[in-house]
């Protein structure tokens, strides 16, 4: 197990470049299998997950390299084999899957994912595209096994009962070798499908409409990989740095943005009074002062992302007034809010809220990263406070920012990952 250990108070200055979006890669990387070549990635960040789905390829003779920021995967002598159960149970984006080996094979099995526990995230909905696609699924005491018969998949029309980013991508996957026309309505509109449409696209998929609430995929045999893909921003370590920076910089350049991307996270620090300049693919951010309490309500794309509510929390804790967030997304998605209190924020929960009031001093502690974007909000948080602070299960900010020690410490702050003395329990 790691450990963050950062010391506080310092002002922060300088420019950061921001990586590869991890939700389009935890999607691409399991997409890569669908191809009839082998591919290439650009912008890959490192982190866990990365190492992960390696790993889980390597299970299927998926031979991958990763150096600098390129990730070279080989497909072309897959073979069906059972997935390492800690790596899947460790990635709930290994869900994906299911959907790249249905397209592939024309069945799958796989253990229910893992991942970052933040309330019910129930795959219901991946489900009941599988079987309008002709698969049939049984669940097996939390291992899932999904077949075709001789048929294989077929197109159909398929409404999601709820905007789902994870099922309309796998959707995606399952439907693009699949014969005939399949018709996905109520998809999610977020900015990483359409970058997994547009690599699949690329290959020769014919997938339409990404990027909207209708997506039309027409299967196609073949999928062959004639070019380098390169990955999205990552709109969510963008937001991080850009809260990190109104909280606790003296002027940071924040690069390679895609600002469209972050409109909705943006137009609230405007709100804020956060000093804010927006170029073609960066932002600065100057020292920020007199701040104004806002409300947060998350939504899906366009809207608030729910990844973004738990970063932006310490920066609110700066704000005159009382703040107030509301997840429509993961309402359970509170783990950060014990913490930060650890450290004195006046923070609560408040039936289906979270309120912050004004906070004048954070000191060090002790806490826990629960999961990704909650250790990303102590990570803040610690920045802010005097004295240091330690943040267990690091491992979890790990696998969501990459190079995360190499960017703070040149923006002037003062951290460190060290190995964990505690064990791991099972």
Same mark, same amino acid.
């Given at each position: 197990m790691k450990k963050m250990i950062i010391h506080g108070g310092r002002r922060l200055s300088g420019s950061v470049n921001i990586g590869g979006a991890k939700n389009s890669t935890v999607a691409l990387i399991p997409a890569a299998i669908l191809a009839d070549t082998p591919v290439k990635f650009d912008m890959v960040p490192d982190i866990l997950d990365v190492h992960n789905l390696m790993l889980i390829l390597e299970s299927m003779n998926v031979h991958s390299k990763f150096a600098d920021g390129v990730l070279t995967i080989d497909p072309t002598e897959i073979v069906e084999a059972p997935m390492p159960s800690r790596a899947i149970k460790s990635l709930r984006a290994s869900y994906y899957f299911m959907g790249a080996l249905l397209g592939r094979f024309g069945r799958a099995t796989i253990t229910f994912p893992g991942g970052d526990n933040i309330g019910p995230r129930p795959i219901d909905q991946h489900i009941k595209a599988f079987k309008a696609l002709g698969a049939e699924v049984k669940d097996d005491h939390g291992t899932v096994h999904i077949t075709t018969g001789e048929g294989g998949l077929h197109g159909a029309r398929i409404f999601l009962d709820v905007v789902s980013v994870g099922a309309t991508i796998n959707t995606i996957l399952a439907a693009v070798k699949a014969t005939g026309l399949t018709t996905i309505e109520n998809a999610a509109k977020e900015p990483e499908i359409v970058? %997994?449409?547009?690599?699949?696209?690329?290959?020769?998929?014919?997938?339409?409409?990404?990027?909207?609430?209708?997506?039309?995929?027409?299967?196609?045999?073949?999928?062959?990989?004639?070019?380098?893909?390169?990955?999205?921003?990552?709109? %969510?370590?963008?937001?991080?740095?850009? $809260?990190?920076?109104?909280?606790?910089?003296?002027?940071?350049?924040?690069?390679? %943005?895609?600002?469209?991307?972050?409109? $909705?996270?943006?137009?609230?620090?405007?709100?804020?009074?956060?000093?804010?300049?927006?170029?073609?693919?960066s932002a600065y951010v100057g020292p920020s002062k007199n701040l104004k309490a806002i409300q947060v309500k998350t939504m899906p794309f366009p809207g608030f992302a729910t990844d973004l509510q738990q970063p932006i929390t310490p920066l609110l804790l700066t704000a005159k007034g009382s703040s107030v967030i509301v997840d429509t997304i993961y309402p359970q998605r509170l783990k950060h809010v014990p913490e930060l209190q650890k450290m004195g924020a006046k923070i609560r929960p408040e039936k289906d809220m979270i309120v912050v009031d004004h906070t004048d001093h954070l000191r060090g502690a002790q806490v826990e990263a629960g999961e990704i974007r909650a250790g990303a909000s102590l990570m803040i948080a610690a920045l802010m406070a005097d004295g240091e602070t330690t943040i267990n299960n690091a491992e979890n900010i790990l696998r969501g920012y990459g190079s995360i020690v190499e960017k703070l410490t040149g923006l002037n702050a003062d951290v460190k990952i060290e190995d964990s003395d505690r064990v791991e329990e099972f």
């Amino acid at each position: 197990m790691k450990k963050m250990i950062i010391h506080g108070g310092r002002r922060l200055s300088g420019s950061v470049n921001i990586g590869g979006a991890k939700n389009s890669t935890v999607a691409l990387i399991p997409a890569a299998i669908l191809a009839d070549t082998p591919v290439k990635f650009d912008m890959v960040p490192d982190i866990l997950d990365v190492h992960n789905l390696m790993l889980i390829l390597e299970s299927m003779n998926v031979h991958s390299k990763f150096a600098d920021g390129v990730l070279t995967i080989d497909p072309t002598e897959i073979v069906e084999a059972p997935m390492p159960s800690r790596a899947i149970k460790s990635l709930r984006a290994s869900y994906y899957f299911m959907g790249a080996l249905l397209g592939r094979f024309g069945r799958a099995t796989i253990t229910f994912p893992g991942g970052d526990n933040i309330g019910p995230r129930p795959i219901d909905q991946h489900i009941k595209a599988f079987k309008a696609l002709g698969a049939e699924v049984k669940d097996d005491h939390g291992t899932v096994h999904i077949t075709t018969g001789e048929g294989g998949l077929h197109g159909a029309r398929i409404f999601l009962d709820v905007v789902s980013v994870g099922a309309t991508i796998n959707t995606i996957l399952a439907a693009v070798k699949a014969t005939g026309l399949t018709t996905i309505e109520n998809a999610a509109k977020e900015p990483e499908i359409v970058d %997994i449409a547009t690599f699949l696209n690329n290959m020769g998929a014919h997938v339409r409409g990404a990027g909207t609430d209708v997506i039309r995929v027409e299967g196609v045999p073949v999928l062959r990989a004639t070019n380098v893909h390169t990955i999205i921003p990552d709109r %969510i370590e963008a937001g991080t740095f850009l $809260s990190m920076a109104a909280a606790v910089g003296d002027g940071v350049h924040i690069n390679n %943005i895609i600002p469209e991307h972050l409109e $909705s996270f943006t137009a609230k620090l405007i709100e804020m009074g956060v000093d804010l300049q927006i170029g073609e693919d960066s932002a600065y951010v100057g020292p920020s002062k007199n701040l104004k309490a806002i409300q947060v309500k998350t939504m899906p794309f366009p809207g608030f992302a729910t990844d973004l509510q738990q970063p932006i929390t310490p920066l609110l804790l700066t704000a005159k007034g009382s703040s107030v967030i509301v997840d429509t997304i993961y309402p359970q998605r509170l783990k950060h809010v014990p913490e930060l209190q650890k450290m004195g924020a006046k923070i609560r929960p408040e039936k289906d809220m979270i309120v912050v009031d004004h906070t004048d001093h954070l000191r060090g502690a002790q806490v826990e990263a629960g999961e990704i974007r909650a250790g990303a909000s102590l990570m803040i948080a610690a920045l802010m406070a005097d004295g240091e602070t330690t943040i267990n299960n690091a491992e979890n900010i790990l696998r969501g920012y990459g190079s995360i020690v190499e960017k703070l410490t040149g923006l002037n702050a003062d951290v460190k990952i060290e190995d964990s003395d505690r064990v791991e329990e099972f």
